[in-house]
């Protein structure tokens, strides 16, 4: 099945200061997921992108799916962009299933 | 307000008991799904239901259940042949034909 891989798995950040996360995938897919699950557990859709750049406040992804990439910008981080991101992509064309990453846990320090 | 809600927020089981996870929501989607998070992981599919009445297992199904009674409602049974049941359970649900999923608050559990 398809693999999806996230780097880094950990980052600390001083508020402030801009990052990337980055989220591979082993096969063509026609849709890709962010999400954001907070200190408390709770999941929220950041993005939908099959492709291109959508940008949302500080806030912004882009997805080459022809490279099999997907990035995600947080740019001026606050403590409450804490947590965990994951990016999700269908388990085969069509799918309504997901295949999740692992992750990347972002700390934000004041 | 529309959502997903699950309950409860922590549970405590002895082992060799089973244990039902409630999940309800008002989106009026069409399916439901039941995630399995551990420390440091990503999410793993346990069961998952399109339509009332219909359930396929996901990846890790083995000492789980399910039942699909009702549109809103997908409770999740953890029985006594899950063997390391102590995990955070996540319940999702989405628009038939699309695959972007709304999550509820989730489901700590842990087996004493």
């Known amino acids: 099945g398809i693999q999806v891989e996230q780097s880094p798995p950990d980052l600390i950040l001083q508020e402030g200061a801009n990052s990337t996360l980055r989220c591979n995938f082993s096969d063509s897919v026609n849709n890709l997921q962010w999400f954001h699950q907070n200190p408390w557990g709770q999941l929220i859709n950041l993005f939908y992108?099959?492709?291109g750049t959508k940008q949302n406040g500080r806030l912004s992804a882009t997805t080459v799916a022809t490279e099999r990439y997907s990035l995600l910008y947080i740019s001026s981080s606050q403590t409450t962009d804490s947590g965990v991101y994951f990016c999700a992509v269908p388990a085969q064309g069509g799918s309504e299933k997901l295949v999740f990453g692992k992750g990347t846990k972002l700390t934000v320090n004041p | 307000d529309g959502g997903i809600t699950q309950s409860p927020k922590y549970l405590f089981r002895k082992e060799g008991q089973n244990v039902t996870l409630s999940c309800e929501q008002n989106?009026?989607?069409?399916?439901m799904y039941w995630y399995r998070q551990d420390p440091g992981q990503g999410l793993r599919l346990i069961y998952y239901s399109q339509i009332v009445n219909d359930f396929q297992k996901g990846d890790i199904a083995e000492g789980y259940s399910v039942s699909r009674e009702k549109k809103e409602s997908f409770p999740l049974t953890v029985t006594s042949a899950q063997k390391n049941p102590t995990a955070f359970y996540l319940c999702a649900s989405s628009i038939e034909g699309t695959d972007t999923q709304y999550f509820g608050p989730g489901t700590r559990l842990t087996v004493l």
């Open positions: 989106l009026n989607h069409d399916a």
């Open positions: 992108i099959p492709s």
